[in-house]
Nanobody, 125 residues
Framework: QVQLVESGGGLVQAGTSLRLSCSASGRTFSLYSMGWFRQAPGKEREFVAAISRLGGTVAYADSVKGRFTISRDNAKNTVYLQMNNLKPEDTAVYYC??????????????????WGQGTQVTVST
């Protein structure tokens, strides 16, 4: 059974940084891509970043490019999202996710089958 557990969210001021972590269990972590998504109140869940199974390919939403960095440590079964220069519009619940199929890689919410419970990030002015 695949389990994803996010941590690292919180309340911060604009311009500061946070690092989110997502710990995975239940299968061989290094076979699967990972993604970060977020959902703000009243809005649909949106793509933030994705990373291929070995970390060689990454992708970002335009809104976070240059500020956020996704990375993974396959020895620790953990994916990270380093968020710098946070803005109030980054306020959302952040979720990590992974697809059911190995080797796949996607920006699309519908291609991800397993989701964490989410961690709240609130950025104040």
């Amino acid at each position: 059974q695949v389990q994803l557990v996010e941590s690292g969210g919180g309340l911060v001021q604009a311009g500061t940084s946070l690092r989110l972590s997502c710990s995975a269990s239940g299968r061989t972590f290094s076979l699967y891509s990972m993604g970060w998504f977020r959902q703000a109140p009243g809005k649909e869940r949106e793509f933030v970043a994705a990373i291929s199974r070995l970390g060689g390919t990454v992708a970002y939403a335009d809104s976070v490019k240059g500020r956020f960095t996704i990375s993974r440590d396959n020895a620790k079964n953990t994916v990270y999202l380093q968020m710098n220069n946070l803005k109030p519009e980054d306020t959302a619940v952040y979720y990590c996710a992974t697809p059911q199929m190995p080797y796949s890689y996607s920006r699309n919410t519908g291609d991800y089958d397993y989701w964490g419970q989410g961690t709240q990030v609130t950025v104040s002015t």
